[in-house]
Structures are given as structure tokens and as C-alpha cells.
């Protein structure tokens, strides 16, 4: 009965946002319904200091990312700089190009340590800008951002700085570069899979006469008239945010002890800063604030008339999706700590082979909470030793159990609940009817890599 509950709090959740209501009250309902189910005293304790507590905690973290970079994709489209490096990639590339152009800006700025969130509204006003000039349906641009920020770089490609790369490393010691080969294999068999289905998909729309659409929400106001930069000045905000990430990811534990003392005059107590723990965001943030303040140095006299209305607009649509996200989380949290939870976790202990384990366990887990790194890190902190021992006894490299746990975490996680599919909805303005069915193809994709790079070391060794 227990396994019951929590499976239908998160099938009530996921069609609740695939029929468009707001995860920000469908959520903390569908929990509290399973607490209800599960110890209904407990409801109100767990609302307070379990949901409410992982909510807040989330959007302590990362609500300026989502504010930053919500201005930072405005002024993108406000100066124009997006129709610019969309006109000369039609230039060079022709307008057939749409999709790998796409895929492949996320890529390099998820590779170059760039949020997921950050990614989506960055590339939003290229994607909308390049979409609509190659009349490509605007429904295809979720699943082709998704393939691009939430797939390979995020997980798949050795050496990639995002958390799904990184928290193996504390469980197997190793290194972001660990199973090089087996991750590069992988990437590669979810970009070519990835791209010839979406092609499919442009292909198709084509022949039955559909183009971009009208009527949608959100789309980019970039005015008709506005003097385009040059493509390499245009270029040179995205430039900046994933050069000036790299060097503070790097520089910032140099200039902080690694807990750092907070006291000010005015504080009876100092508040001590795990400076590890943070370094990733202030990274993100001062990378943000580095690219908004190019594109003002560029484009000061372009921006300034519009600006102050159309922050109101992507304040807006930060905090949105800055509350979504936190309401997914604290679902999360709360499905995590039900008994139906621990008992599915418990029975997938069962499965003999060490990698299949992992990967079943951690994708059934990240689709559960929604959330990769979550799932991931449930997974990890209930069951590596178990992964480790297995590993040994079978003679397997501990790089592989990495490489599999970090691409399962990014597979199922991403189902009609995930925080960052819901973001990634809201910034386009279109809704799961509209574009999900693309996204869970890309999501198949995705299990079916953690899978090939399983059957690849078995049948070659590689690693």
C-alpha cells in the first residue's frame, strides 16, 4: 500500500502538469496527500519543516541564477545580438542547419559549466530568433534545447563540470574525466540518435505544411529596426559567461579558506560558509553579471529606453520559474522520505549485475524525486558500497560505475515533473501537450545511452 501512495502522489503530479496545472500548488497537494495517506499527523510537520524547508532552501541557492539569467537572455534580445548570430549562421550554415546550430551553442555552454537554467534562457531568444527565420515549428525547440543542455555535456562527456559529472567522485574517487571513452561513445550515440529523430520530426512538419505557428507566448521583441552588432560582438557576452564560470570555478577557493567566517559588526554571531559548497554559484553569478555588463558596454543606447519595462518581464519569469523548480524539489524531498519510497529503493538492491543495478536503480530513483542529482544522490548514498563491493568482485573499474550512475541520473529524471523541463516550458511559453511528446523521445534516447556504454564495456573492455 505504501508503494501505492507514493506512485500515485507522482502520477497525480505529472498529469497534473502535463494538463498544464501549476506545479507550485499541484505539488505540495500531491505530497501532503501521501503524508496524509502514509501518518496523518505528520502532515503538518512535514509541510512546515520538510517541503516548505527544501523549497526555500532551493531558491536560497538558486533564484539569483534564475534572476540573472533571465535579465542576461532580455538584454540578448533586446540588443539584437541574437537576430545578428542568428542572421550570420543562416548565411554560412543555410536555414537546414536550425537544429545542430541549437544543439550545439547549448552544448558548448553546458561544457563550459554553465547551469542548465542559465542555458535555457540564454539560448531561448537564438532558438526563437533562428526557429522562426527557418520556419521550423516552435514546438521542436524544447526537445532540441533539452538535447543540447540536458544530455550529453551534462553528464555523458568527460571532463563536463555540471553536478551529475561531479557527485560520483565523492562515492567511487574519481575524477570528472572518469570512463573518457565510454562517455565520449555515449555522447556521441545521443547526439547523432537525438539529431536524426528531431530532422525527422522538422522533415515531417515540412511536408504537412506546418511552419513556426502564431499566437505564442513569450516570443522575443527584438524591434524590426534596430541596428544589428557584429556577429563577433554579438558573440562576445556568451564568450565572456562561459570563460569568466571557468576561471571564478577556479579562483574562488584560492581566495576563501574553505570555511569561511561571516561577522560583521552589526552580528552577535558569525554564520560560517562552506565555501565548496557555494563556490558553483557564485562561479554562475559573477559569469552572469560579467555578460550583462559587455552587452551594456556594446549596446547601452540600443537597451536603455526598453529596458525598464521589459525586466518587469523577465523578473516575472524568473521568480516563476524559480518557484516551480523549488515546489518539484520539495516534492521530491517529501516522496523521498515515504516508506513506499525506501521499500521500491530496497527492492531494486536485488538486481545481481553491479551496472545494471546502478543504472535501473538510479533512473527508476531520478524519475521518482524528478530531479537527476537527487535521485542520483538517494541512490548513491544508500547503495555504493553495495555498487563498489560488486564492482571488485566482478573486476570492474570503478570509472565505469561512474560513468553509469552519472548518464542514468540524467534519463528518467526528466518526465513531465522534472523541475528543469517545467522551466525550460515556462521561458519558451508552451505547454507539455504542446512539446512533451518530443522531450520524452530525447529522454528515451537518453536511458537507452546509460545501456549501450553498459553493453560496450562488456563486449570490448573499454573504458
Known amino acids: 500500500m505504501s508503494v501505492f501512495i507514493a506512485l500515485a502522489a507522482l502520477f497525480i503530479l505529472m498529469i497534473a502538469a502535463y494538463r498544464g496545472y501549476s506545479v507550485i500548488l499541484v505539488a505540495p497537494l500531491a505530497a501532503l496527500g501521501a503524508v496524509l495517506l502514509t501518518d496523518p499527523s505528520a502532515v503538518a510537520p512535514a509541510f512546515t519543516n520538510l517541503f516548505m524547508d527544501k523549497m526555500v532552501g532551493f531558491i536560497k541557492l538558486y533564484f539569483p541564477v534564475f ?38 551553442i547549448c552544448g ?63 562515492f567511487f574517487n574519481t575524477t570528472s574525466w572518469a570512463a573518457p571513452t565510454l562517455g565520449i561513445i555515449g555522447s556521441v550515440f545521443i ?6 529523430y528531431l530532422e525527422y520530426r522538422r522533415k515531417k512538419a515540412q511536408l504537412a505544411g506546418e511552419g513556426y505557428g502564431e499566437h505564442h507566448k513569450n516570443e522575443p521583441q527584438t524591434p524590426s529596426d534596430i541596428k544589428l552588432a557584429h556577429p563577433l560582438i554579438a558573440l562576445l557576452p556568451l564568450l565572456i559567461v562561459g570563460l569568466v564560470n571557468l576561471a571564478l570555478t577556479h579562483y574562488i577557493p584560492h581566495w576563501y579558506p574553505s570555511l569561511f567566517e561571516l561577522q560583521l559588526a552589526g552580528m552577535k554571531e558569525s554564520i560560517p560558509v562552506e565555501i565548496q559548497k557555494i563556490t558553483a554559484i557564485w ?9 550583462i555588463l559587455c552587452i551594456l558596454i556594446f549596446s547601452f543606447k540600443t537597451i536603455f529606453q526598453q529596458f525598464a519595462e521589459n525586466s518587469k518581464t523577465a523578473i516575472a519569469g524568473a521568480m ?42 538510479i533512473n527508476i530513483l531520478a524519475g521518482i524525486t524528478g530531479s537527476s542529482s537527487g535521485g542520483m544522490s538517494i541512490a548513491l548514498g544508500a ?25 542514468a541520473a540524467g534519463g ?25 511528446k518530443d522531450i520524452f523521445s530525447i529522454t528515451f534516447i537518453k536511458i537507452a545511452a546509460s545501456f549501450l556504454i553498459i553493453g560496450v564495456y562488456y563486449l570490448t573492455g573499454w573504458v
Open 67 to 104: 534572476l540573472l539569467g533571465a535579465i542576461f537572455g532580455k538584454l540578448i534580445e533586446l540588443s539584437g545580438y541574437s537576430r545578428s548570430i542568428v542572421r550570420a549562421i543562416i548565411k554560412i550554415l543555410g536555414e537546414k542547419r536550425a537544429i545542430p546550430v541549437i544543439i550545439a
Open 108 to 170: 558548448l555552454l553546458t561544457y563550459g559549466g554553465v547551469s542548465l537554467f542559465v542555458v535555457v534562457f540564454a539560448v531561448y531568444p537564438f532558438a526563437a530568433e533562428l526557429f522562426r527565420q527557418s520556419n521550423i515549428p516552435k514546438r521542436l525547440m524544447p526537445a532540441t534545447i533539452a538535447l543540447g543542455g540536458f544530455t550529453f555535456t551534462m553528464d555523458a562527456m568527460p571532463g563536463s563540470p555540471q553536478i551529475q559529472n561531479i557527485i560520483p567522485t565523492t
Open 191 to 196: 547526439v547523432f540518435t537525438g539529431i536524426l
Open 283 to 291: 562561479a554562475v553569478l559573477g559569469a552572469l553579471c560579467s555578460g
Open 320 to 361: 516563476l520559474a524559480a518557484m516551480n523548480t523549488g515546489s518539484e524539489y520539495g516534492f521530491g524531498a517529501i516522496i523521498a522520505a515515504l516508506p513506499g519510497f525506501l521499500i521500491v529503493a530496497g527492492s531494486l538492491q536485488g538486481i545481481n549485475n553491479p551496472l545494471l543495478n546502478e543504472a535501473i536503480t
Open 383 to 407: 547503495m555504493a558500497d553495495q555498487f563498489v563491493a560488486a564492482a571488485h568482485a566482478a573486476n570492474i573499474p570503478l570509472e565505469v560505475l561512474h560513468r553509469v550512475a552519472s548518464m
Open 412 to 436: 528518467m529524471d526528466t518526465l513531465p515533473h522534472n523541475g528543469a523541463i517545467i522551466t525550460l516550458l515556462a521561458v519558451t511559453g508552451l505547454t507539455h501537450r504542446q512539446a512533451y
